[in-house]
């Protein structure tokens, strides 16, 4: 599972019927495809360091990470949140 951050305007909170939700297979599809996305892995370090997606960056994701991370990040690219727990995915997507 991941989800799509819309980084130039992190409070837009939308829901999976808006398409914040995408299946691996769409992201891969997207990225094949040469879209710039940011992709950060929030799932387990252990298994990033032994599979993670080509190109994608281990993120510790938490609330003071999302305040002071956040802001810094450029504007103009999305953000894909992937990892292991589909629910935790989703609460830092918000």
């Known amino acids: 599972m991941a989800d ?24 891969k599809s997207r990225l094949d495809g040469g879209q710039h996305l ?6 387990e370090r252990s298994r990033f360091e032994r599979r993670n997606i080509p190109g994608s960056a281990y993120a510790v994701c938490d609330e003071a990470a999302k305040k002071n991370i956040m802001p810094k990040l450029p504007k103009n690219i ?16 918000r």
């Open 4 to 27: 799509i951050i819309n980084n130039s305007n992190p409070t837009n909170h939308r829901s999976e019927s808006d398409g914040i939700f995408i299946t691996a297979e769409h992201l």
């Open 78 to 93: 999305e953000i894909v949140l992937v990892g292991d727990d589909e629910e935790y995915i989703r609460q830092m997507a």
């Open 38 to 43: 940011m992709v950060l892995d929030i799932g």
